[in-house]
């Protein structure tokens, strides 16, 4: 019972701590933006999907799934989540909702799943009681599992057909991106218990795994869905160079390691994605990094003028990347420093735009636009 008592306390104490900070302001350049912190005290938060009440669940990478209410009050740890991999990049990750989550409850995880020769990207679903997960099952293990502690992708999104899909890095392990037999540097593209789509592009491909939707990806650690086509669009960490906004179609090869804007940390070169006319190619790079997590499309009317933009963090470059479009084309850039890593960024319910941010003591902030 102390033990139990001890963590209520922390979990208070990290509430009224968060409740209790004074808003700030930022000038960026389209205007001035105010920051609350929501909650703070959680520990390398990862993932963050919004309830159908207005409640928030939080991932934390050691492999707690938290519940933060929007007055900054944060539950204890999920029960009933899976055993991670808290290992490096590696733990509790992406969190999402099953598109008919107000009849059925369910809620889908990401991690890196330990196993015999390593560990690997998994998605587990369970159904949201309360506090408990309850009937947790792992519905999709990439494979095979090695032993580094890095690249592990790990975004998850449903489509508006109902599929889910999966990001999935290289591991550490290059080559393997270019292999179809294995789902190293893939994006999978399930059903929602974990079934393989028959339209996917390799089903009956021999030597191909069927759940592959596309290839040669190094680490992809944002994604959402376009608004109005309906599309995939992700984001990815390159190596010295070439972080990549993709919008990966159905059978393509991105490249990796064949192909990238960047350079190996060794020094050593990798043919520009312009030599290679047969393979796909970004639709936007960044030379030097921001180091590239979490995307979201802008819907609301609260930033009027961001309607239609895609919002990028970065871990990096400390802040978020907003990107105008014209289609698929990227037409200008906005930098809006918030002074920390940022992991995940998420349009809210109520227009907000939210942010949680990589740190040991890392943070759920709200974005709102300040009075000029």
Same mark, same amino acid.
């Not at 900054?72 to 490096?88: K, M, R, W, Y």
């Not at 086509?229 to 059978?251: F, K, M, Y």
């Not at 047969?278 to 819907?299: E, H, K, N, R």
């Not at 802040?319 to 200008?332: A, K």
């Given at each position: ?36 912190? #929501? ?14 009440? @207005? ?13 933060? !209410?929007?007055?900054?009050?944060? !539950?204890?740890?999920? $029960? ?7 290992? @490096?990049?590696?733990? %509790?990750? =992406?969190?999402? *909702? ?7 409850? %369910?809620?889908? *995880? ?9 560990? !690997? ?13 309850? =009937? ?10 090695? !032993? ?5 992708? $790990?975004?998850? #999104? ?5 599929? %889910? ?27 929602? &218990? ?52 993709? #919008? ?11 192909? $990238? ?5 060794? @020094? ?5 994605? +312009?030599?290679?006319?047969? %393979? ?8 030097? #990094? ?11 009317? *609260? ?9 990028? @963090? ?17 037409? +200008? ?5 918030? +002074? ?17 941010? =990589?740190?040991? &003591?890392?943070?759920?902030?709200? *974005? ?5």
């Amino acid at each position: 019972m102390k033990y139990l008592a001890f963590g209520l306390g922390l979990v208070l104490a990290a509430s009224a701590q968060a409740q209790n900070q004074t808003p700030r302001h930022v000038d960026a350049p389209s205007g001035p933006i105010t920051v609350e912190t #929501v909650a703070g005290g959680l520990v390398h938060p990862w993932g963050l999907e919004f309830l159908p009440d @207005g409640r928030m669940l939080v991932t934390e990478r050691p492999g707690r799934l938290r519940i933060v !209410s929007p007055d900054g009050t944060v !539950s204890a740890p999920i $029960s009933g989540t899976p055993e991670v991999f808290a290992e @490096g990049q590696g733990g %509790l990750l =992406d969190v999402t *909702l099953h598109p008919d989550f107000a009849a059925n409850q %369910l809620v889908y *995880l990401s991690f890196s799943e330990p196993g015999e020769g390593g560990a !690997s990207t998994a998605v587990a679903r369970g159904r949201l009681d309360g506090e408990t997960l309850r =009937d947790t099952e792992v519905i999709f293990s990439q494979t095979p599992k090695v !032993s580094t502690n890095k690249h592990f992708g $790990s975004r998850i #999104v449903f489509a508006p057909d109902g599929t %889910l899909y999966v990001t999935m890095g290289d591991r550490g392990q290059k080559d393997p991106a270019q292999d179809l037999s294995n789902h190293i540097g893939t994006v999978a593209r399930i059903t929602d &218990d974990g079934g393989i789509p028959p339209d996917n592009p390799f089903v009956g491909v021999k030597g191909a795994l069927p759940e592959i939707w596309s290839y040669g990806h190094r680490n992809a650690q944002g994604a959402a869905i376009h608004p109005d086509t309906g599309a995939l669009w992700l984001n990815e960490h390159g190596p010295r160079g070439g972080d990549e906004i993709n #919008v990966p179609e159905a059978g393509r090869n991105y490249g990796w390691p064949l192909v $990238s804007w960047g350079r190996n940390y060794s @020094g050593w070169p990798i043919p520009d994605p +312009d030599t290679r006319p047969d %393979l796909a190619s970004a639709i936007f790079q960044w030379t030097p #990094v921001i180091a590239v997590s979490g995307m979201d499309f802008y819907t609301a009317d *609260l930033f009027p003028n961001w309607q239609g933009n895609v919002l990028v @963090g970065g871990l990096v470059s400390q802040g978020i990347v907003r990107l105008t479009l014209d289609g698929q084309t990227i037409t +200008d850039e906005e930098r809006i420093a918030l +002074d920390a890593r940022v992991r995940q960024v998420r349009q809210g319910p109520d227009g907000a735009v939210y942010v949680i941010t =990589d740190h040991e &003591d890392g943070a759920l902030l709200r *974005l709102t636009p300040a009075a000029r």
